[in-house]
């Protein structure tokens, strides 16, 4: 078979020790009533300047533009330059992946590939014929091969560098092949490292997006402000100031051609701001509604609340890496007793998340039933940190963020909570609140104490949990003996791992579980983790939330995704 071009594996592991852009696709919240100014712009102008075109000239109902309303605006429009749901909401719009997820559903559906097969460490697939970008370039096998090298491959011509690419690319792309071919325009060969479970599913993640050979060697990193894909809508302008993005229709999608004519996605900060943006006319869906918010939706005659199951988790990280008190599991297991996450879920959340007790949630294989929630028990907690040597307690900083996300929409009174319920056990917390992007770039330097994050799946597979967050992304053998954590300038560190924990029985179940096709046996090693991950508290396991979206009356065939999405060529407006 002739091979038009190849990536080695050597290129590829480059890669993995250099990303330095992680963070998780976690966010930021502010609380109920969101009083906090401003979205990661800082300026404030945000929710005031966001519900701009309720008259129809800007989005809302009027006219065929949809306009969709959150809580922060984007910080790049490049798939391969983020982990940011944020961002990720936007470039789903513009670019397609070659295996793509069936709306609303976690099973896969033909994208930039027709066809495709994964044979042991083999995965061959056939390409689409006759797209082309945004930029009237033909897809081809060799905008493949150029995508992956701009990702993982540091001795690529047009790698735009480690501070640029984000974590994704190792544990996405890059561990887990060793060489791409090409035969001809339309066929595509991947030869792994390794049997690796979920790759199929990661080739439908945002970050396996496939972008143009030519826009990557003609705009480099300008890719973050004009960005070149093959989907449904293209870009055409980003106001920054009143954190704004148009897009419009691509006419010459080769999918399911869209029914609107533009996209506005705003930002308005302020969670109750948003929905009540949504109840006059100024937006057509909104998205991060906490539990004030979702009254104010459920109460409009002019919009409906929409929910379902998420596939996520809401935690609160100990840097182990920094901290040394983190580094005794007894403190991490006190501070699990004294935080009373179910009055964080039931009273702050009120009803939209559920306690968590392991990494993943109960819909994702691997759940592990026999698990609960650390229970609230301040002698218990007092009796660990005694028994640690840390019974006059110690201090620590929390970092936390502004604005709404799924699975933690009200950071800063969640926040406080922990600071209020283990100063009961004699720690003492400082709250840095932080907006979202620098939050982001602060928690993947390990420049934290500890923190809270999450995590929206981008494959459903429990390896996107167990792995992506909490496998420090470097061999057993560099984890120091006696040692469970590794410091986040150990050459190959995933940093999206911010607890920077290191347990090698962990690390061994969640490879082997990466290694067999055997659902029953993938289980029972998940299993085994989530025993290990909950026992050994390298999170305080928060919450599990639902996916809720605001979407107007006028809104049809909108569909809520728990992964992929927002599937915005699917609606019309009426």
């Known amino acids: ?38 979205s990661d712009g800082g300026t404030g102008d945000g929710g005031s300047n966001a519900t701009d075109g309720g008259d129809g000239s800007d989005g809302g109902s009027g006219g065929n533009v949809l306009t969709y309303a959150r809580g922060n605006d984007s910080g790049t429009l490049d798939p391969q330059n983020t982990t940011s749901g944020e961002d990720v909401k936007v470039t789903n719009q513009m670019y397609d992946q070659l295996i793509m997820f069936k709306p609303g559903e976690t099973s896969l559906r033909k994208g930039l590939a027709t066809d495709w097969s994964l044979d042991g460490t083999t995965t061959t697939l056939t390409l689409r014929e006759g797209v082309t970008f945004h930029n009237g370039e033909e897809f081809t096998a060799a905008d493949v091969v150029a995508t992956y090298n701009r990702f993982v491959n540091p ?36 030869q792994m490292t390794q049997k690796y479970a979920p790759f199929l599913r990661n080739l439908a993640m945002f970050a396996a997006s496939i972008l143009s050979k030519k826009a990557i060697e003609e705009k480099g990193t300008d890719l973050k402000s004009d960005p070149v894909g093959t989907g449904p809508f293209q870009f055409e302008n980003w106001d920054t100031s009143n954190q704004r993005i148009r897009l419009s229709a691509n006419g010459d999608y080769w999918g399911d051609a869209p029914k609107v004519d533009e996209v506005v996605f705003t930002a308005v900060a302020q ?31 002019n919009a409906e609340l929409v929910e379902q199951a998420g596939i996520n988790v809401g935690y609160m990280a100990f840097n182990m890496a920094k901290v040394e008190e983190f580094r005794d599991k007894k403190v991490r297991q006190a501070i699990s007793y004294a935080i009373d996450t179910k009055a964080i879920v ?6 939209i998340a559920e306690q968590a007790s392991q990494p993943i949630p109960s819909n994702v294989m691997g759940y592990n039933d026999d698990l609960s929630p650390y229970g609230r028990n301040l002698d218990k907690a007092q009796s660990l940190l005694e028994e640690a040597g840390y019974g006059d307690g110690f201090s620590f900083e929390l970092a936390t963020f502004k604005n709404p996300r799924t699975y933690n929409p009200s950071p800063i009174q969640a926040a406080q909570t922990v600071k209020s319920n283990l100063q009961e056990i004699g720690i003492e917390v400082s709250i ?88 029953a046996t993938r289980k029972q090693k998940y299993n085994q983790a989530a025993q290990l991950a909950h026992d050994e508290a390298p999170w305080v396991f928060i919450d599990h939330a639902k996916e809720l979206r605001g979407v107007a009356n006028g809104v049809e065939g909108f569909t809520l995704a728990p992964i992929s999405g927002p599937f915005l060529n699917l609606v019309s407006l009426n």
């Not at 992680?22 to 502010?30: R, S, Y």
């Not at 047009?158 to 090409?182: Q, R």
């Not at 039931?346 to 009803?351: A, H, L, P, Q, V």
Request: aromatic share 12%; proline share 4%.
């Open 1 to 38: 078979m002739p091979r038009d071009s190849s990536v080695n594996r050597r290129s590829f592991l480059k890669a993995a020790g250099g990303a330095a852009a992680a963070a998780t696709l976690a966010g930021c919240a502010a609380d109920p009533d969101e009083t906090t100014s401003g």
């Open 155 to 190: 001795d690529y011509e047009h790698y735009p560098g480690d501070e640029y690419t984000s974590a994704y690319g190792p544990f996405t792309l890059g561990n887990w092949i060793d060489e791409v071919t090409t035969d001809g325009d339309y066929k595509v060969t991947m």
């Open 271 to 301: 969670n109750s701001t948003r929905a009540q943006t949504l109840d006059s006319g100024g937006a057509d869906i909104i998205d991060g509604i906490g539990a004030q918010a979702s009254k104010v939706v459920s109460n409009s005659s």
């Open 346 to 351: 039931e009273n702050i959340y009120k009803g």
């Open 432 to 519: 840095n609140q932080q907006s979202f992007n620098p939050f982001l770039d602060y928690t993947s330097a390990g420049k934290h104490d500890a923190c809270f994050l999450g995590w929206m799946t981008d494959n459903a597979d429990p390896d996107n949990f167990f792995y992506a967050l909490l496998h420090p992304g470097v061999s057993t053998d560099d984890v120091p003996d006696g040692q469970d954590y590794v410091g986040f300038d150990t050459e190959g560190f995933n940093t999206l791992n911010v607890a920077a924990w290191a347990n090698t029985d962990y690390m061994t179940l969640v490879e082997d579980a990466q290694t067999t096709y055997d659902e």
